[in-house]
């Protein structure tokens, strides 16, 4: 009985997630409509554009027709799209090169400094969390509150100022500028992106910790924790044995969230750090206006991004008993 | 009026205190800075570049051998400015639609809100260069592009609230009187949505001087000869090896003001959650 009722749980909570990754397709669907749509708004023709004011009007056309301007909206639309999926984007404007070996090149980059930034940060975010959790109201609970509110609010540039001031001005430590190059071993590597690393982590981790200690306190108040107190329970034991396998969920759908704060993060730190990424490269893409560049790295971003939602929402339909059963 | 809020000032605790001197001191600047500034904004005023603090120069001189406190008084009305007008344009727009949503019934509600949640997963800074890609980044855009990036968050918010509300019994009583949807939306919604309202507009304001002043950091924001606390930043950063005075200062500058926002409404507690940057 117990079992056939926690079976068709199960598979409640399979359709429910199948429903959860079909929508989030969807969305990137859309998506990607809207990011087409506006690209191709813009002012001016990417033709013109590419020749410049002193091109003939036939210049123009045949350049036009070349790279299929001329074609109507939805068509182009479409074979946009199918190129995306296939892996095939498009000719990027300004290097004259295909964009999927454009973005080859950068992606692995991008990917490492945020795998690294996610490594030191959630230990960091967890360990602040959960230590304000357990000293709810008092001083240090209330000093982190304080630290960690404002650092969601200061912006990346100044993280990444600061951290130049300190580490490679005053005590000369670390690069200024993230020197990556294919023949670099790891420490040599390591050396190179700390302080882009260093930023990105701070500011996930503000927000990180304070969504941890959210997500900590939220179980702190339930009877079940009341009653290991008045057991006489340390309170170590309630947070690491009682606490923690109840709060794992709402803390790993935490982290997903605030790790898309790495996706806007890295437009900034991989700029200012002059990091070979993804985020300069979109950078890049807008200043020199290079549309299929830049429509291909916002859909990469979006996908990232959704794709932590979904991590965050499906480890929430996982974890609630409730959500599975419905 | 003025009294009660003295006195609610003064309940604050000592974080919300700070947090509300910060920002009627950044109002403040914004208002009457450039009138301040004791040297004109673009004149080449100090013999040395970079020069650090002095009696003659408070916050040094720039990369061009401008005086920082006077750039730094009129950039701050380009950031307060530009990002309050579009925080405002993003609330109001936000939570015209999501009253529209609310009294207007699953066809109304439906799409727009499907629409917003589409928008919403797009990450703000992404969907903002890809606008300013498209469209390019004078200040009226620039206006229009952080407002625009901001609605599906405000409507979220107040679309959630709106729709609670419109299930209490005094709307239903008010529909039963046979009021009309626009008078039910504004007399009788909207009121009792106002604090959160105002506290999610502080959020929204905060979110838009972090991606304006990240959009100029870029190159990417406010065009010179017009410059705000990101531009400064930006063009002083080549001071970044000597640890110039001229790129700390507005970057501390942008810090204050919204740590003092975040602050301030943390303090006054009726926090929503909103879409982070």
Redesign the interface.
Known sequence: MAAASSASGMSAALTLIGKRFASSLLTLLLVSLTIFVIAQLLPGDAAQEALGQSATAEQVAALRHEMGLDRPAHIRYASWLTGMVSGDPGQSMVANMPVAEVIAERLPNSLLLAALSALVAVPVALAIGIGSAMNRGGRIDRALNIVTLSMVAVPEFLVATVAVLIFSVKLRWLPSIALVADDMTWGEYLRGVAMPILTLSIIVIAQMARMTRAAVIDQMDRPYVEMAVLKGVAPVRIVMRHIMPNAIAPIVNAMALSLSYLLGGAVIVETIFNYPGLASLMVNAVTSRDMPLLQACAMIFCAAYLILMLIADVTAILANPRLRAQ | MIASAFKRAKALPL?GKVGLALVIFWLAVALFGPMLAPYPVGAFVAYEVFDGQSAKHWLGSDYLGRDVLSRLLSGARYTVGLAAAAALLASSTGTALALTAAVGGTKVDEPLSRFM???I??????FS????????SSLGLLLLIAAFTYVPGNYRIARALAVNLAQMDYVQVARARGEGRFHIAIAEILPNMIHPLLADFGLRF?FIV?LL??LS????GVQPPDADL?SL?REN?SG????ALA??AP??A??TL??G???LI?AIGFSGKGK??
């Open positions: 974080s949640d589409m928008l997963s797009i990450p703000s800074k992404i260069l890809v606008l300013v890609a498209a469209f390019g905060v972090l002043s990240g950091f870029l190159g990417l990101g930043v950063i970044l090896g000597e640890g790129i700390l970057a501390v942008i810090a919204t740590v926002v975040n602050l943390d982070g940057r």
